[in-house]
């Protein structure tokens, strides 16, 4: 949804929308690479879950960060992850578990805005992508855009098969 609300996500973010520049834990890396991307847009994000093992760290680094955490209901969250081999349902839950700890304690500590989404209710319906979608825009302060805002409702399923292939000026799948 971000990436089709027109926020730059990383040029070479695959299907699943992670930014493979983000996918190290190397903090020099990483803040060579936070850097570069500060210099290349004034608004950009990325996907990464394991980063919110991390979150002290891009706190110290982002420039003015924006956290936007979805939740979905932790089976079919493991049952995704599962059906691509990485790990057993328990092992996922138990990652998953770590991940929004993380996530807790960053959110009771963080003074930058947060926007917490209830996957399962913006997937519910047309409204609710729509409602989700300006939501989001919103948050990030962009102007409304109806092209922009059409390009991210699209984007969401919620069919739980997986992700949506964008189109090729988004990113290089």
Known sequence: ??????????????LNHED???LTEETDRLKNRIAMRNNENDLWGFKVPKSSLMLDFYEKHLR???YIITYRNSLAVADSWVQRGAGTILDVLERSRAY????????RKTKNPILFLNYERAVQNEDS????????S???GLEEDPAALERAVSMVTGDGKGYVNLPEHFSLV
Do not use: C, W
């Not at 949804?1 to 695959?14: K, N, T």
């Not at 929004?100 to 959110?107: G, M, N, R």
């Open 20 to 22: 493979p520049l983000f």
């Open 138 to 140: 919103t948050f990030l």
């Open 1 to 14: 949804v971000v990436r089709g609300l027109g926020v730059s996500m990383g040029p070479r973010a695959g």
């Open 100 to 107: 929004h700890d993380a996530l807790h304690t960053h959110a």
């Open 64 to 66: 003015n960060p924006y």
């Open 129 to 136: 992508k729509y409602q989700t979608a300006r939501e989001i």
